[in-house]
Every structure is written in C-alpha cells, then in structure tokens.
C-alpha cells in the first residue's frame, strides 16, 4: 500500500484536529476531518485565557526551563519531562506560527504582551482579549480550508464516531455515521483521535460543552486503548451554574487582579492572600479549589478594582458573558464562584509521538494523557492541543514513510448509532450521578465504592454499544480513584490525605478479557541538558 492511496482519518475537528490536519496537508497528506459539529462549534472556541510560551516580552528574563518547571510542579510531578520539555521548546515557535496566521493576540504600542496565570509565577500568557481559542479557531479554520479547496482535506462534519476497524492490536480504519443522510461509512487507513474531554459524562457539571458525550473515548477503551490517569480531572475554581452547565469564569480575571473572597463575621476575608501572600489568587487550580471547598461560607471573586482600560481592552468579553447570563456588572459589584469541572488530565494514554497501545492510532489534545499529570496550568491547554496535533501528524508521516501492509478489517458489532430510549437516557442520568457522587473534589473509599455499587445497578445485557461502553468507561474512572491511595494535584482522599511518592507513577488502566485491569508505570527520567 502506497502513501498516495492512504487517507489520514482525523476524529474531532477542534485544535487538535484542525493543527493535525494542517500540518499533514502542508506534506501534502490525504487526511479526512471528521466530526460532529462544524469546527467553528469546536469546544476549542470556549477557551478564553491564552496560551503559554517564552516570548520573554515582558522584561522577566523568562526562560524556557522556568516554564518546563512550573509545568512539572503544577502537575504534582507526575508528567513525563520528556514530553513536557518537547511541548515548552516548541511554545515560542507555536505561538509565533500563530502570528503568521493572523491570529491577533494583544498588542500594546505594536508590543505583545503577555498576562500572569495560575502556576507561573513570570507573565508568559499570550492572549487574546478573553477569547483566545476563538481567536486560535479562526485562524487555524482558514488555514485548513485552502487544503480542503485543493482537495487535500475533505471534511466529514455531522458525522459520528461508532468504532475503530481493527486487526488485532493494528487499526485498520474507523467506522462512521451520517447523520444527515443516515448512512453508515467505513473508511480506511490510520486514525488520529482528537475527540475532546468525557464532557457529558459529566452533564451539567462541567464548563465543557456536552456535545463532547465522552462515548468516543467509551467505545476504544472498551476496544482495548490504554488510558491513563482518569482520577484526574481538574475543578476550576471560579465557574457558575447556568442552564445545562458551569459557566466559566477566565483564570484571565485573576491574572489581571482579581481577587477571592469570603464573607466571614460580617467582614471579607480575602483567604487565598491570607494564606499563601499577594499571589494566592494566582495558585494552580487544584490549590484554589481544595481551599474554596474546604469553606463553610460563599466565595466571590472581586473584580471591581480593576481599571477601565483593562476591562476595555483585555476582558470585553468576559464582562459580557457575565453580564448577559448572570445580569451582574462585574466592573461594579463582585460575582458569585464555585467550582467546577474544567478539565481531563487523564485519557488515551499516548507515549511522547502520540502513538497508543494500537498500531496506527494516535491520539491528540484533551483526549489524550499526555503533558498535564495531576493538574494542568491555564494556558498549557491550548498549546498541547496544537503541539499534540502537531506530533501526531509527524509521527504519522514518519511510519508512513516506512512503509506498512494492508490489514483486515474487523467492523465490530453495530452498524449504526443505537436508538436512545428513555430508559437508556434514566441509566445515563444515574450514571452521571454516580460518577458525580464519587468524583468530587474531595474523595473517600466510601463515596467511591458506592458510586461503584450504584454503576453495577445500572448494568443491563439489552443496553446498546455506547452506554455499555460508557458504563465500563465509568467503573474504570472510579476504580483509578480508587486504587490510588493518596492525595496528589486534582485527586484528593480525605482518608489518605498525604502525597505518597510510590504513587509517583502513570495509572495505566484497560479491558483484557472482559475485565477492567489497572497498573502503575514509573515516570520517564527528568531529561538532562
């Protein structure tokens, strides 16, 4: 089989895929972009603060090891160094790409700028207003879309994932349906999975959009791909309860001043500043949460010092969000928080060339566990996305180029989606519940065992494909909280409160016949200059 007759199929048109996409069109690649919704609806669009990188602009004499380090302290030393030393080298000449896109992050007198961030303690967060991804989005749409005109990409929106093609452990090919024709397609060649977080999932707790319904990443676990680190998923500290969801309120408002407060005794007690100086607002997100869980009173984030430049001409977009869905002027009166969930540290567990346990598939952004560990720093979202798509593409090209033989296809068991019926939806909904009731913030043995209990209630032979998967999916999230006996980043035992460093190791979790198997992988040596 020859590179010309091979297509790249790219699951999820977001940062991700679109980075992905790019990078194998500009070889000159056949790539399918293959997704539920248009990208302009990509979760990516929804990320607000910016994205991370030494530009060093900002007269800190930042360094590119500075960032490497906040990024392993901010994931509680469990990322492997190897990547994230690939993913901090490459940050400037990402965010310089981007530049050339046209993406337009915020200048002052024609200078970049670059904005504080929870974790780092130097300015190394560019942005654009409060609506960087969208900004990212754009750019990287319009890049693609020259390809798709010579025909190099062709797009499969409203298109769903049903299940990988496969031949033992070598992907032959994903399986696909139309949506809009009601059609069933099996198309050939590697896969490269750039799906999202488990949103829905975790319906209506979440700042993600839930039509990221985590039963992509349900059907390859119960496919056999490795995941890694599912205990890990990170609370944000600062959201708010709006219909369907948590409505996210930007790191980017701290970075430029904000301040958390309670009411204590009548008085306001600004308790991050108390307890950790001047930068306690600007904590890793693990840190802040922990804390606002642990108070008996409301929290609210001060905004109303800020200056009406700051609010003109870097978080227009935030007071508007604010104001339209909470009727509150942020400018003027401070706004109520809590925490919410933001983000999955843990996923398809991919090695440094975002290569899985399956031959031929590969994985890419917030689906993949790659650069996070046990908690991610704002602004490292969006460049591992773009980095992630970007080395997968790579890796892709490169066992391209070496050659690989035809393989069979075994198409699984389901032709299309399966029917959901309300009794399917009620099985969801205690699901979601379960893993809501065991995945909090703050975890035991027993809120984990009897969310377990209730799981194993649900399980039923008639369910279809994508809720029996979701359900194993499910079982695998709280047996990973489970066994690690310990307190680290965004997992948090009551009962086990210390960090324990034996635990100081991946969580490597799959299906061998039938039965959900966990085990621990020592993390790469840091790497020396």
């Known amino acids: 089989m020859n590179r010309e007759s091979i297509q790249i199929n790219i699951i999820g048109a977001g940062l991700a895929g679109l980075s992905c996409a790019m990078t194998l069109a500009r070889a000159g690649q056949r790539v399918r972009l293959v997704s539920f919704q248009h990208s302009e609806r990509a979760q990516s669009n929804l990320a607000e603060g910016g994205i991370n990188a030494v530009m060093n602009v900002m007269g800190e004499d930042d360094r590119i090891e500075y960032h490497f380090a906040d990024t392993m302290k901010g994931g509680c030393d469990l990322a492997d160094p190897v990547m994230v030393k690939g993913l901090t080298e490459a940050a400037p000449g990402i965010v310089r790409e981007m530049i050339a896109l046209g993406v337009p992050f915020h200048r002052e007198n024609g200078k970049l700028m ?11 967060t560019t ?32 298109h769903e994932f049903i299940c990988l093609l496969l031949d033992g452990d070598a992907v032959s090919g994903v399986r696909i349906w139309d949506r809009f024709r009601k059609e069933r397609l099996d198309l050939e060649g590697p896969v490269v999975m750039a799906c999202g977080g488990m949103n829905g999932m975790f319906a209506g707790a979440t700042t993600g959009t839930t039509a990221n319904t985590g039963v992509a990443a349900a059907v390859l676990f119960s496919q056999g791909v490795c995941f890694g680190n599912l205990e890990f998923m990170q609370y944000h500290p600062t959201t708010v309860s709006i219909a369907g969801k948590r409505l996210l309120i930007s790191e980017a408002a701290r970075g430029e001043g904000g301040r958390l407060f309670c009411k204590r005794d009548g008085k306001k007690r600004y308790f991050m500043e108390e307890k950790y100086g001047e930068r306690g607002n600007l904590m890793p997100r693990d840190v802040v949460s922990r804390e606002i869980a642990q108070l008996s009173e409301s929290v609210y984030l001060d905004m109303t010092g800020l200056s009406q430049q700051i609010w003109q001409e870097r978080l227009s977009d935030l007071r508007s969000e604010v104001q339209h869905y909470l009727r509150i002027d942020p400018a003027k009166e401070p706004v109520p928080v809590a925490p919410g969930i933001h983000y999955f540290m843990g996923g398809i567990l991919v090695d440094a060339s975002h290569r899985t346990n399956l031959r031929r598939l590969y994985a890419a952004g917030e689906c993949a566990c790659a650069y996070h560990g046990a908690n991610r720093l704002g602004g490292n979202s969006l460049l591992g996305a773009i980095y992630g798509g970007k080395t997968a593409a790579c890796t892709v090209l490169r066992e391209l180029s070496e050659g690989f033989g035809p393989v069979k296809n075994d198409s699984g068991k389901e032709d299309m989606p399966a029917f959901i019926s309300r009794e399917e939806m009620r099985i969801h909904d205690r699901m979601v519940d379960a893993l809501l009731n065991g995945m909090g913030l703050i975890r035991t043995r027993e809120t984990l065992v009897q969310a377990l209990e209730e799981l194993s ?66 993390i790469t040596p840091y790497p020396t200059a």
């Open 114 to 124: 670059q904005r504080n961030f929870g974790g780092q303690k130097l300015k190394r």
């Open 127 to 158: 942005y654009a207003r409060s609506s960087t991804g969208k900004a990212l989005m754009s750019a990287l749409i319009s890049a693609v879309r020259k390809y798709e005109a010579e025909g190099i990409v062709t797009r499969y929106s409203h």
């Open 457 to 522: 209630s649900l399980e039923k032979p008639e369910l279809s494909r994508a809720m029996s998967a979701q359900l194993l999916l499910a079982r695998a999230i709280l047996l990973c909280a489970l066994e690690r006996r310990e307190s680290r980043g965004a997992h948090t035992r009551r009962d086990y409160p210390d960090t324990d460093e034996t635990f100081r190791k991946t969580t490597k979790v799959m299906l061998e016949k039938g039965r959900i198997q966990i085990t621990y992988e020592e």
